[in-house]
């Protein structure tokens, strides 16, 4: 899509596809901190509520990868009001829905309607903005991308306690509308769009992509909580997920026309971008889901400030973004990568050498390094895999991109949650051991306990004191889970230093006379 030259022009364009994806991200995470409520309000148990959010999340995997080929089959301008009109649409049905069994279809419907959105506005801005102009382009996009899941949960918070868990949808109507009033005025398909023609649809490479996303995103939401592969369930998804994703692949590079173009991948620049992307996105998404959970399980903060801590990660790439934006047309976009994942593996560093003493400044202070990192990381990395993409092939190259970072979201908090369930229980082992009456520190914290008993003139005795116990054994849990939270920080942090040589071996971003995206003229509306 290729619009007005005017600047003007350019931001409304930008205002109208970033208003709608924000608040399709964000319906993503609003809805998490809602379950409890709405499993009250619909007489439904809270793990089957759960299917609130694997429904809407197996309807998006879906369609994001095939965007580009509903772009081409519908039109590319055509798809985006479509999606507005059934993700607005569906949202006010979901704030509706009498019953669980409802909700979870009208979610479904969120979620195709929702799915293009993102790889849509992604191609948008690229083709809006000039060459020079296209880190602006993608600054804008990482600072919706990244504030959005970021200020879900606080928004969703919000308005569930100040309102209720319906308005957590309904806030999405006044969004869409004006993003389709913008759309309407402002957008139009350049001539490459609509010059292209519907080709012969691989029914069976769509059946497989469907089949394959469906099974493995069912599994990566449902898999701890089935206890993994100990579930035949867990055992059946895997295995059709592993057969159709398979099958697809060879389906995909042998077919004349393809649902999904995997031979973008012979681009050093577009393989090297997309690895970076899905273990990016794998530690992001597990850093914002722990963080919380320390401060509240550990520090006894309460939600909302915990959501604070979190928040300023948002607050630092809000305001790096665009400087990120304006650096790449001056500084190799190779260097800010490198220096947003040297930023993120300081961050998780710091992360990894908490305490159960730490205060709340030291605990937001690595997030909003995090924030910065992310930034650097984020835009400059978009705009060096997308730069040797031609126009024709943009769509599906955001579609693969947004799917993979999808993914990686996905098996990071699959990862994340199954790593905190499990580790903590090998870390107890081990400092149970040291719990003896013939452990030092043992026998001298009894000592101690026990002089500030009998300085009462009480006679005490710790194994006639079950309370006594039980405080040292909650101790104990709190060290085990204290532990695991910093291991897999260590781990993140080794993940950011492994992915700084892929970034080096990219290929420079080329000059904007030999980019092979045309710059956007009044001609092409």
């Not at 867990?234 to 592993?242: T, V």
């Not at 369930?421 to 026998?443: C, D, G, I, K, M």
């Not at 971003?509 to 710059?519: F, M, V």
């Amino acid at each position: 899509m290729v619009y007005g030259s005017s600047s003007s022009e350019k931001w409304l364009v930008a205002l109208a596809v970033m208003g709608v994806t924000v608040m399709e991200i964000m319906d993503g995470t609003v809805v998490n901190v809602s379950v409890p409520h709405i499993a009250g309000t619909l007489a439904a148990d809270v793990s089957q509520t759960t299917w609130i959010m694997t429904s809407y999340d197996v309807s998006s995997a879906i369609v994001m990868p095939i965007a580009a080929w509903l772009g081409t089959f519908f039109g590319r301008r055509r798809l985006l009001i479509l999606c507005m009109l059934v993700f607005a649409g569906s949202s006010m049905l979901c704030g509706v829905a009498p019953n669980l069994q409802s909700l979870i279809i009208f979610r479904v419907l969120q979620g195709l309607g929702g799915g293009a959105l993102q790889p849509i506005s992604m191609a948008v801005l690229l083709e809006t903005f000039t060459v020079k102009e296209r880190g602006m382009a993608m600054g804008i996009w990482g600072m919706g991308v990244v504030l959005a899941p970021i200020c879900g949960p606080l928004l969703g918070g919000w308005l569930t306690d100040n309102l209720t868990w319906r308005w957590v949808f309904y806030v999405n109507l006044p969004i869409c509308l004006l993003s389709l009033a913008l759309t309407l005025l402002y957008i139009h398909d350049p001539p490459y769009i609509r010059s292209q023609r519907p080709e012969r649809i691989d029914y069976l490479g769509l059946g497989l992509l469907c089949v394959g996303m469906g099974a493995l995103q069912v599994l990566l939401d449902k898999g701890q909580l089935e206890d993994w592969f100990s579930s035949s369930f867990i055992c059946r998804l895997a295995a059709i997920a592993a057969l159709a994703l398979i099958s697809l692949v060879y389906r995909e590079l042998k077919t004349e026309h393809p649902i999904i173009d995997l031979r973008l991948f012979k681009d050093r620049n577009y393989a090297d971008g997309m690895t970076i992307t899905f273990c990016f996105s794998f530690v992001r998404s597990g850093s914002i889901l722990l963080l919380p959970l320390f401060l509240q399980k550990l520090m006894g903060y309460d939600a909302t400030t915990a959501g604070w801590a979190v928040a300023f990660s948002g607050i630092g790439s809000l305001f790096l973004s665009p400087v990120v934006g304006r650096m790449t047309s001056i500084v190799d976009s190779r260097v800010l990568v490198v220096v947003g994942l040297a930023l993120n593996a300081y961050a998780v560093y710091l992360f990894g050498n908490f305490n159960t003493h730490v205060d709340f400044n030291t605990a937001w202070f690595p997030r909003l390094i995090q924030g910065f990192g992310t930034a650097a990381t984020l835009v400059s990395l978009t705009t060096l895999t997308m730069c040797c993409i031609p126009p024709h092939k943009m769509g599906n190259a955001t579609g693969i991109y947004n799917m993979i970072g999808n993914l990686g979201s996905g098996f990071g908090i699959a990862a994340a949650t199954t790593f905190m369930a499990r580790r903590p229980q090998f870390h107890q082992n081990r400092l149970v051991e040291h719990l003896t009456p013939f452990s030092l520190p043992f026998a001298d914290w009894q000592q101690r306990l026990a002089e500030q008993f009998q300085s009462s003139g009480d006679y005490w005795d710790i194994w006639d004191c079950r309370e006594s116990l039980n405080q040292l054994y909650i101790r104990m849990q709190d060290q085990s889970w204290m532990k695991s939270f910093c291991d897999l920080y260590w781990i993140y942090t080794l993940i950011f230093v492994a992915l700084i040589p892929f970034a080096l071996w990219m290929r420079r971003e080329p000059p904007p006379s030999q980019c092979p995206i045309p710059e956007p003229t009044r001609e092409t509306r």
